[in-house]
């Protein structure tokens, strides 16, 4: 049986990260539009999101003006069990 690739990424570290990316309209730099991202990523750096907002910055024409980030480790090390420990192998 295959592991879920989010279930594995997560025993190695990674969180869910979500992003607010508040950036100027390029036809209308006076108004900000929000753009929410999500992926899972690793504290305290999070390469995914920074690869991400190099991608936004060189490829896309709304200057970004605000991130705001916030993550939630879904699963650690202490919430995992053995099936056989609860007689079910």
Do not use: C
């Amino acid at each position: 049986m295959r592991a879920d690739h989010s279930f594995k990424r997560q025993l190695e570290g990674y969180r869910l990260a979500t992003a607010e990316i508040l950036y100027h309209l390029p036809d209308h730099p006076g108004l900000l539009q929000s753009y929410l991202w999500q992926d899972y990523d690793i504290a305290p750096k999070y390469p995914v999101l920074s690869r991400f907002l190099d991608f936004w910055t060189r490829e896309l024409e709304g200057p970004i003006h605000s991130v705001r980030l916030a993550g939630k480790k879904l699963i650690g090390a202490a919430e995992l069990r053995n099936v056989s420990e609860y007689g079910l192998n």
